[in-house]
Structures are given as structure tokens and as C-alpha cells.
């Protein structure tokens, strides 16, 4: 699981990772506070395969990192920032239409 | 000369889209030992930018083998399905039973009704009957389920032998078969002349020469050159299609509309347009948002999922829509349809012993090109 190096940010931002609360430093992406912070091995479970994913890429391209947050489905959490109060889940299979 | 393939194969098929690859599969089949080649061309790609319909019921207006043909093919689908898949252990997400058109608004349900009774029309004077049947906007929703249809939804017409397949998959699958069973795939390999040479043909191709003695075009736009370089008219257009397609959500519609279904992974398909063919084949911010305004018309609830991609190509038509199966010079088969998927159960099974010497079957004899040929006072070509 990925480690932080050195803990030299100074800012630092409150987040929801499944209801449990995490201090992450301000700055990074939720994929990288999810891999980081939350120690999580998969972020969701692909719609398609049934396959547990984690964020692949990390720059915007492949989708592996596609969650909920904030209640909207499928953000992809490799290019967005965290932010105070942010509400992070992990999707465990497919989407649904009608929410 | 390419000595590792040429002399060694009866019937090289030049195109392994989904005209080739179902008529490689019938030959193989029959036992004739086949060459198939495909260019694997970046801007037509009919056979993997379709739809992917099974569908008869809006075939042949005005043509009734046409039609005929198409509900046989879709009447004859499960069976080809069937051993297609025990054979390659592919799952082609065959879906058939119910297949919808749908109408927004009064004036679309009025022209739809009107198809659906010329159709039954000219089945009753053939002494058959017409599958389809126009359904209200309450049945509609009835099909679908819990899914609300929009209020513009006013009714369609519903086909009880219709539906879809992954056409991806099924175009995997029929290639896997005919390697299996000893034929020839050159994938990559563009054909770029024919000639004559004593009985055979001799093929100049990127993978050196070719000389065989049959030859099959089912190459889609491609027969247009390859026609015209033994000098053949060609009956074939083209015209352009896009299609939208959404992130995957949980399956939630069991059976196709025929511009919106969903994927066995869960993506929907919200398509499709039909423009005049272009050169470079583009996607457009005006075709994309006026089908995904159809769309949300039709399911409201597609407001909350979002588009992925977009993509375009060319169909392959005839002069008259319907398909093109004739021997266009001496040994030398030309095949077309903008239908292959609905029809490859048909060019499977009818096709291949035509090609190896049988006469022409019936279902499929009124589809030469001697159907456009200019007429002379003596009624002949």
C-alpha cells in the first residue's frame, strides 16, 4: 500500500471515507488519500466483471478510479482534490439509473 | 509471390467483417479450404460500429422477399447462435422476443401505424402475416417496467421475434470458428489489385501475391475499388451513422428500442443518425445532442447517467437498401448488405453452397444486381 514519504504539508483537510473520518494533506487527489489514508486495496467493484479495482493510471485516462463522492457516482477520484467535509465511498458494482 | 498462401486455398473471401466472416464460416463448414482477409480499415468499420439489432420488422417495405428474408433470419437466429457459441465459448448476449420502435408525439405514432399496416398489407398478399403490431404508450410501459417512459413517449411498434446481440462478441466468435477449423485470417492485409491470370485470380495484396480460383467481395465500401479494378460497375453507397455511449449502470431495460438499448456490461447505446456519407468520417456536437434530446425524451431517468464516447461510421447501402448477393464475373461473388448482423444467420447458411457450385436458393435469387440494370424494350440488360 502506498506511503506517505515525508509529512511536510502544512494545510490539512477532514474527509468521509465511508463514514469513518480521515486527515488527509490539502492538495493531494482522493484517489491518492483513499490509497494513502484510507489503506484501501480495491476503491470498487468493476459493473462489469464483478473484479475488485484500484486507480490504475492516475492521470484522468483509464477510469480504474471511478467512485462516489459527494453523492454524485463515477467521479473519477485521480483528478479531483480533496476538500474539507468531502463524502467519499467506494462503488460496489454497477451504478444505478434511478438513485 | 506468396508461397506460404497462394495456390493452397479455394476461395479467398476479402473482407472479415461480418459479411465475410459469416460466409467464411458456412464455407469452412461445407468443407472448402478459405483464405479470408481483412484491411482492418480505422474509418468505415461497419461491422464494429453498428448497433447491434436483430431486426426484421422495419426490412423490405415495399419488398417482400426482403422482408421475408429478414424474418427468416431472425426466426433462424437462435439456432445459428446456438451452435456458434457451443463451438467458440463465446456468450454473444443474444437477446430476442421483443424488439420496439418507438414514437414521440401523435404525428410519429400516425406514420408509424401507417408502416405497420402497409407491412401487414403486403404479408396478407403474399399469404403471410406480419409480425409487428402497433402498441399504445400504457403496453409500452408496461414492457418496460418500473422504468418511467417520458410523457412524449405515445406508443411504438412492438416485433415479438426482434432483439440484439453484442456485436463485437459474435464477430469474435464466427472468426475464432473458422481458424479452429483450419482457415486462413489475414488481418492487416489490404488488397490492392486483381487481375485474371488463365482460370485464377491474382490478387496483389500487402501480404505479397495471391492467385486462387474464387474470389468473394464482402469487403462493405471496399468492393467499390476492388470492382473497379476488373473493370465491374458497382451498386454500393454508403452513408454515415453516429452513436452515443453512456458510462454502465445496472441493467435495467431487458430488450432493445431501436435507437437506445443497453449493453450486456451495462453501457447504453443512444443512436442512431443518417447523414450523407463524408470523407472523413467526424462525430458532431449537433447529432450528439439531438440524440441524447431524443433519448432523454424517451427515459428521463438518463439525465443523471453521462456520455463516455462518441463515435462514427459509414453503413454500407445499395442503390435500393436492400442486399446484393451475385456472381459478378466468372468465379467472382460479390456480397453486400447494410444488415449483416440481422442477416448472418442467412449468409451463413445460404450462401456457401450457392458459391461452391449449387444454384442459386430461392430466398436469396432476387438479389442480383440485375435488378438495376437499365432496361431495353427487349427486357433484357
Given at each position: 500500500m502506498f506511503e506517505q514519504i515525508k509529512e511536510n504539508h502544512k494545510e490539512r483537510v477532514t474527509i468521509d471515507f465511508e463514514g469513518n473520518l480521515l486527515d488527509v494533506p490539502a492538495g493531494i487527489t482522493v484517489a491518492a488519500a483513499v490509497m494513502g489514508y484510507a489503506k484501501q486495496e480495491f476503491i470498487r467493484i468493476s459493473p462489469s466483471t464483478g473484479d475488485k479495482r484500484a486507480p490504475f493510471c492516475f492521470m484522468g485516462v483509464c477510469h480504474e478510479c471511478l467512485m462516489e463522492i459527494d453523492g454524485k457516482t463515477n467521479q473519477q477520484a485521480c483528478i479531483i482534490e480533496v476538500r474539507q467535509g468531502m463524502h467519499i465511498k467506494r462503488q460496489m458494482g454497477p451504478v444505478e439509473v434511478e438513485s | 509471390m506468396n508461397s506460404a498462401i497462394s495456390g493452397k486455398y479455394d476461395i479467398c473471401v476479402v473482407g472479415g467483417g461480418f459479411m465475410g466472416s459469416a460466409v467464411s464460416l458456412g464455407l469452412i463448414k461445407s468443407g472448402a479450404k478459405v483464405l479470408m482477409l481483412d484491411k482492418?480499415?480505422?474509418?468505415?468499420?461497419a461491422s464494429k460500429a453498428n448497433f447491434g439489432l436483430v431486426w426484421s420488422q422495419s426490412k423490405g417495405d415495399g419488398n417482400r422477399t426482403y422482408t421475408r428474408l429478414s424474418e427468416k433470419a431472425v426466426r433462424e437466429y437462435p439456432q445459428f447462435i446456438g451452435a456458434i457459441e457451443e463451438e467458440s465459448g463465446v456468450d454473444t448476449e443474444l437477446r430476442l422476443g421483443c424488439g420496439v420502435i418507438i414514437c414521440l408525439g401523435e404525428a410519429e405514432l400516425a406514420a408509424r401505424a401507417e408502416f405497420v399496416q402497409r407491412m401487414a398489407r403486403q404479408a396478407q398478399a403474399a399469404g403471410e402475416a406480419y409480425p409487428a403490431r402497433l402498441i399504445d404508450r400504457d403496453d409500452l410501459q408496461q414492457i418496460t417496467g418500473k422504468t418511467p417512459l417520458g410523457t412524449a413517449v405515445s406508443g411504438g411498434s412492438f416485433s415479438p421475434i426482434d432483439g440484439d446481440v453484442n456485436p463485437l462478441l459474435l464477430l469474435k466468435a464466427m472468426r475464432k470458428i473458422f481458424i479452429d477449423r483450419g482457415g486462413r485470417f489475414l488481418h492487416d492485409c489490404k488488397v490492392n489489385d486483381i487481375n485474371r491470370s488463365g482460370n485464377n485470380y491474382l490478387l496483389d495484396t500487402t501480404a505479397g501475391r495471391i492467385e486462387v480460383p474464387k474470389i468473394i467481395f464482402a469487403a462493405g465500401l471496399g468492393n467499390i475499388d476492388l470492382l473497379s479494378s476488373l473493370g465491374l460497375p458497382s451498386p454500393i453507397i454508403s452513408q454515415k451513422g453516429q452513436i452515443l455511449v453512456t458510462e454502465r449502470v445496472?441493467?435495467?431495460?431487458?430488450f432493445p428500442f431501436s435507437g437506445l438499448r443497453q449493453t450486456g456490461c451495462g453501457s447504453i447505446l443512444i443512436g442512431y443518425t443518417s447523414e450523407p456519407p463524408e470523407f472523413k468520417v467526424r462525430t458532431t456536437v449537433s447529432a450528439g445532442a439531438s440524440m441524447a434530446h431524443r433519448a432523454l425524451k424517451i427515459l428521463p431517468c438518463l439525465e443523471r447517467v453521462k456520455v463516455v464516447r462518441s463515435w462514427a461510421a459509414l453503413r454500407v447501402l445499395t442503390i435500393d437498401g436492400a442486399p446484393v448477393y451475385d456472381e459478378v464475373a466468372e468465379n467472382a461473388y460479390l456480397l453486400a448488405s447494410h444488415s449483416c448482423i440481422t442477416l448472418a444467420s442467412m449468409h451463413e447458411q445460404l450462401l456457401p453452397a450457392w458459391i461452391l457450385g449449387k444454384p442459386m436458393p430461392e430466398a436469396i435469387n432476387p438479389f442480383t444486381t440485375g435488378r438495376f440494370h437499365v432496361r431495353t424494350n427487349q427486357g433484357k440488360p
Open positions: - | 482492418t480499415s480505422r474509418i468505415y468499420r445496472r441493467p435495467f431495460l431487458s
